[in-house]
């Protein structure tokens, strides 16, 4: 195909097309290809070296920094973030790769303990390369034949741990707060499908409980459908960060008693701070005593159903009306790839969002149009996320999944036992996932008593220690507040890369940045 | 770091670590790291030469196929996809990427005309494998400083072409759909903060407008936000698919007059079906006239404000309160980047969508923390999509974007000419942008005189002529039906790889599929 390769070097190949475009601006051409395919690939070659050099090797190296800080202005300035009227040549490209991810937060770090995602998955990853290159989009089987079939094998598996024999609905979404903003928009639509039409103004005051410790993605989704972050009631968890059933009771006897009319409830499976698994089972109980939606927010927790020692923590989850569950966070699968499942299996979903848009939806296509989902979703582009669980699913197969987990939580139960045995720190508790938080007390505050002024300056410990070791770049921790609980370290276990000797590494490193404080 | 990397060969590398889980099964180890970096950085060079040969080379060669058409039933067969207990080697995954992009329709194809995205963009392709290969989200800028950066500069310089001088907010989103229904919300917050704590109950009953050509995202924002679909008051477009505003005048009018409070406009720039341009100028005079929010659905023709030629057809947009531009479309850069941008300056996208979660945003950080930008997010993970742009526009400059859209914009006008010129090809209407949208009739059908007969039989060719396009896998052209009209095809030139060979061929190749049909 010599129209659209000519062998020309990359340096001057995509440079060309300058050239071609000002001959038609000058009307000369539209005779060729403006694109030097050729030049295209040798840039993505050697782009893919610098990828692999920096976001795979030194990303990954422990003797490599976690980050490198820099303020804002510092960073300002390195990045030269400016957009201009000329171009740029390729070797200039490529140094501007390196610094973005040298600049970069290395969270496949083994000392990245940030989020409740980390390390590097290279099936994953490789999957999410491919999805970039093949540029589709999951709304009819037409452009994405492969991964709306993907898409479709992935959930089903999911549902099957969840444990619905006879299967459901769901569709992959960009993150988790949207997948739990559709068990909302479903909750509602089930109540009253009018409301799609005609909107909530004549409809009765809708309320929905999640635990003090749910994700802040509830009341975000109260307020942008339009019931109001009010309508929010938040029930109280116990001191191991567990709803309280029976507060769930009083609050929607509450709800009732104030005129409101209960929907939803969300049962958080793994909370964002804690980890900790609400009792979907009892909560299940009450849902169905008083014709609730259940909802089961298991983005973190979700894993576990992989695990025949820890898939208890969610026993009920099979009664749930929806669950949310992201195996980009636990499973390690890259960003994003969130899950959100439904077991209606009559079209709920696509009867809740469905606008029938006639230049993507024809129904006088030639093949079964069941097998386009795009009128499922809320949004219209969608990327196929699945594809990056489905191929390390391949590769690993459920009982290396499954060792995975296992290996987190021993992980992290090492990590407490470590936390309890040592002076100058003590956990808030003991962890029930990966979630491991803790505070530590450098050597001046060790023989303040309990009280208001040990609480004070034990709050300004964590800030410090934290800065000094993102300007260090020796590890990255989470730091904060909860209630009145004064700042606290909360670490999250994941990376199978992280060994002992990584979690003994923090500690050390916690002491040694924190002990001159006072 | 030997402990690391132990150059093990890849294959039986990653493989190693199932007998390490299994040894932390059997409670013998925590003290290594599970997972051989040299092995996985060996997997994903071997599967990046995978994706340059098949989905970079083969998916842009013009003797290549589009697509490989498979039934669903068929496809499943091929792809093998149930996931099991077991994992798979490293060899047969690499087989499994192969199959994916093989079976994959190639968007990056020269003859691949079926959506508003095409064609391959290898800057931002290598922007999009850094965005996978660095894995971070974009909430704080302790976890994604460049790409916070990245974010803004891209903002602000897509700011200063909708020509909001004194600057303006945004974020990017998910798609297009994402962006509309921040313009709904915020217009509602602007409207009434009150709704966002107290929900929709007491409201007034809001409504909004877009054109009967406007994307159907505006109908799906309502039914999610808890509007209704029906207080989208559905504006006349006149024969060239532009908003007529005296119909929109009339219909606010109308609304007023049914006891609604007209809340927000939407004005498409570059509608999805014909390309056409809604009067943005004249729309905002009826705005400012009646206090509405006006909102420019620009994610299509955007594009053109890069073009001193062509943004003229944006005329009045710098009025606008808040504008959707996706980039990913015209401009090619990979899929998805999509901003939304809005004129206020004084913090409404945050406060409209805060939750201010303790866990994320702590205020007591050691930087300035008006760079975390999660909160202004109805997400909480997001991917940094504007790097995806930035990097293409740093390598090519404005002027290269500019040319880009000016010959994309000429080949569309090409192709129209060609049409014209051709027997059995009749035009629906000049374009005005990048889309060409016509009809193909067959030799048996073009001595029918117009009327109910003919049209009867020309709405059965597009069908046709698509399945046989797409199991040649010759070319992807859209077709569809529009009011009373019969299915036609929507051909989208973008992809600068395209050639006038390429347009000739498409039209030569319609009628070879089609010229038997009667």
Redesign the interface.
């Known amino acids: 195909?010599e129209?659209?390769m000519n062998g020309q070097s990359p340096e001057t190949g995509?440079r060309n097309?300058?050239k071609f475009?000002?001959a038609?601006?000058d009307g000369l051409t539209?005779?060729?290809?403006?694109?030097e395919?050729k030049a295209?690939?040798c840039?993505?070659?050697e782009?893919?070296e610098v990828?692999?050099d920096e976001?795979?090797?030194k990303?990954?190296?422990?003797?490599e920094k976690v980050?490198e800080w820099?303020?804002?202005e510092q960073?300002?300035e390195l990045?030269d973030?400016?957009?201009?009227?000329?171009?740029?040549s390729?070797s200039k490209?490529l140094q501007?790769?390196k610094?973005?991810?040298r600049?970069?937060?290395k969270?496949?770090h083994?000392r990245f303990f940030?989020?409740l995602?980390a390390?590097?998955e290279?099936?994953s990853?490789?999957?999410?390369?491919?999805i970039?290159?093949?540029?589709?989009?999951l709304y009819t089987?037409?452009?994405?034949?492969?991964?709306?079939?993907?898409e479709?094998?992935?959930l089903k598996?999911m549902m099957e741990l969840i444990g619905w024999d006879e299967g459901g609905d769901g569709i992959f979404n960009?993150?988790?707060?949207?997948s739990n903003?559709y068990a909302v928009?479903l909750a509602r639509y089930r109540f009253c499908p009018d409301?799609?039409?005609?909107?909530?103004?004549d409809?009765p005051?809708l309320v929905m409980f999640t635990s003090q410790e749910g994700?802040?993605?509830i009341?975000?989704a109260?307020?942008?459908?339009?019931?109001?972050?009010?309508?929010v009631y938040v029930v109280p968890s116990d001191n191991r960060g567990k709803m309280i059933p029976a507060a769930l009771e009083e609050k929607i006897e509450l709800a009732r008693s104030e005129g409101a009319v209960p929907l939803l409830v969300n049962a958080t499976a793994g909370t964002?701070?804690f980890g900790a698994f609400d009792p979907v089972d009892k909560i299940a109980d009450i849902c169905e005593r008083h014709s609730l939606w259940l909802h089961v927010d298991a983005c973190w927790g979700g894993a576990a159903l992989l695990s025949n020692e820890h898939k208890h923590l969610l026993k009920g989850i099979t009664r749930a009306d929806s669950v949310a569950w992201n195996p980009?966070k636990m499973l390690m699968a890259?960003?994003?790839c969130?899950a959100f499942l439904v077991k209606d299996k009559m079209g709920l979903l696509q009867r809740c969002?469905s606008?029938?848009?006639?230049?993507l939806f024809?129904q006088?296509?030639?093949?079964?149009v069941s097998?386009d989902t795009g009128d499922k979703s809320?949004?219209?582009?969608?990327?196929p996320d699945a594809?990056k669980f489905?191929?390390m699913?391949?590769?690993?197969?459920?009982?290396?999944l499954e060792?995975?987990v296992?290996?987190a939580l021993?992980?992290a139960r090492?990590l407490a036992q470590e936390v309890k045995k040592r002076e100058g720190f003590r956990l808030l508790m003991e962890p029930e996932y990966a979630n491991v938080c803790f505070w530590y007390f450098p050597p001046a505050l060790r023989d303040i008593p309990d009280g208001p002024e040990l609480w004070r300056k034990l709050h300004t410990v964590a800030?410090?220690v934290?800065?000094r070791m993102?300007k260090t770049g020796s590890m990255?921790i989470?730091?904060?507040?909860?209630g009145d609980k004064p700042?606290f370290f909360?670490m999250v276990v994941i990376?199978?890369?992280?060994?002992?000797?990584d979690l003994d590494f923090v500690l050390n490193e916690i002491h040694n940045l924190g002990k001159d404080l006072r």
């Open positions: 195909m129209q659209h995509i097309l300058s475009c000002q038609v601006r539209l005779e060729e290809s403006a694109v395919m295209a690939e840039f993505i070659h782009a893919m990828i692999i976001a795979v090797k990303a990954t190296d422990v003797q980050c820099h303020s804002p960073l300002k990045l973030l400016e957009l201009k009227d000329g171009g740029e390729d490209i501007r790769c610094n973005a991810i600049y970069s937060v969270t496949s083994p940030n989020q995602f390390g590097l290279p099936y990853m490789v999957a999410s390369f491919i970039e290159a093949v540029k589709t989009s089987y037409e452009v994405a034949p492969v991964f709306t079939l993907m479709d094998a992935v598996k960009p993150g988790g707060s949207i903003m928009s409301i799609k039409e005609v909107g909530f103004y409809a005051r994700h802040y993605s009341s975000k109260a307020a942008l459908l339009g019931f109001g972050t009010k309508n964002t701070v980009h890259c960003l994003q969130s969002h606008a029938k848009a006639s230049y024809q006088d296509k030639f093949y079964d097998y809320v949004q219209c582009s969608r990327k594809f489905w191929l699913w391949k590769a690993l197969g459920s009982t290396e060792r995975r296992d290996k021993a992980m090492y800030p410090v934290k800065e993102m990255m989470g730091y904060q507040t909860h700042n909360r990376n199978p890369q992280v060994s002992k000797k």
